[in-house]
């Protein structure tokens, strides 16, 4: 049997994939920005908590986690989609990384929204 593909010309997935590299990269260099430039003498534990005790760095956060999984799945499906030409065995692959890409997404949001500054 032949894959004539599934309609589909894959260009959101495409375009999509370029915009978050690049909020991917933004946030890298403000991450390592904050990390390496920004903090007074040594990094330690405790500043650490205190800057992720912020709202504005838990978003920060959450949106470079969101954008990271996302890109990592869409990345791994372009590569599925080219290569495994089973239309049974493409929908398992696909539907097993979205189960995993998810539970990583819930995991990491509830680790950033539990972090607790310790007093």
Excluded: C
């Amino acid at each position: 049997m032949k894959y004539f593909g599934s309609g589909r010309s894959g260009a959101f997935d495409w375009f999509f994939q370029r915009i978050s590299g690049i909020v991917l990269l933004v946030t890298l260099f403000l991450h390592f920005y904050v990390m390496h430039f920004a903090i007074d003498g040594p990094i330690t534990y405790e500043k650490v908590m205190v800057r992720l005790a912020s709202p504005g760095w838990k978003a920060l956060d959450i949106v470079f986690l969101v954008f990271a999984i996302y890109h990592a799945i869409n990345g791994f499906k372009l590569i599925i989609d080219d290569y495994v030409h089973s239309t049974v065995l493409r929908a398992v692959i696909v539907g097993l990384l979205w189960v995993v890409g998810i539970s990583f997404l819930v995991i990491g949001i509830m680790t950033i929204v539990n972090l607790k500054v310790q007093s």
